[in-house]
């Protein structure tokens, strides 16, 4: 009898271990299931919610831009103060030039309309007087307006006006190529017209080996 009833109170004492496994296994199982899937659907709302963050910002950026009124001129040429300056939208040439520090005294002035209202990224170069070639664009190549004088069309004297002549007058120079003529104009277009024949050895390539060849076929 002693024997059955220490079995019996074994049997009771493993039941009661089996249950507490079992409930063991339960919450672990419902943690596996229940609990990671939660966290992945936190950490994905959050990276959506990041990213909505994001958007609405660069949207608020802009629009504060826009609001604000601002562009961005480059100016250059026969300027006191060449370079890029920030003005309101609504401004006209006429004051881009007073920001650049105002005319030089061979600025031509009826060549270009200063009036006209600034675009954001426009270029503006201020020619010389005689030279006719003040442009304002915004995706602006070298677009000179040319007389139809023998100045202007790069012979005077037989020499070619650096200043006025395209890229097919300025390969008639002897020494000069297709890609120093595309160089020239380059150069021409972000700063303006040389002011003498010697400023064209500023041009990448053009050293003075090259410029004492060519000098006596230039003029500005």
Known sequence: MDKLKEFGQKVVEYEHIFKIL??????????????????NETITLDKENASKNE?????EENEKRGASGKVYVDISGEVKKPGVYEVSSD????EVIEKAGGLT?????????????????????????GDNRNVSGSNMADTSSRSTGASHNGTAQGKI???????NELQKIHGVGPATAEK???????NGNFRVIEDLKKVNGIGNKTFEKIK?????
């Open 216 to 220: 006596d076929y230039i003029t500005v």
């Open 161 to 167: 006006n650096i200043n006025s002549a395209d890229v």
């Open 22 to 39: 079992a409930v063991i296994i339960f919450v672990i199982t419902a943690f596996l299931l229940f609990g990671p899937k939660g966290n």
């Open 105 to 129: 005294g061979k600025a031509d002035t009826g060549a270009i309309n200063q009036a006209e209202l600034v675009k954001d990224g426009q270029k503006i170069v201020i020619s010389r007087k």
């Open 91 to 94: 401004s006209r040439i006429f």
């Open 55 to 59: 958007v609405i910002s660069k949207e």
């Open 184 to 190: 020239i104009i380059k150069f021409r277009s972000s």
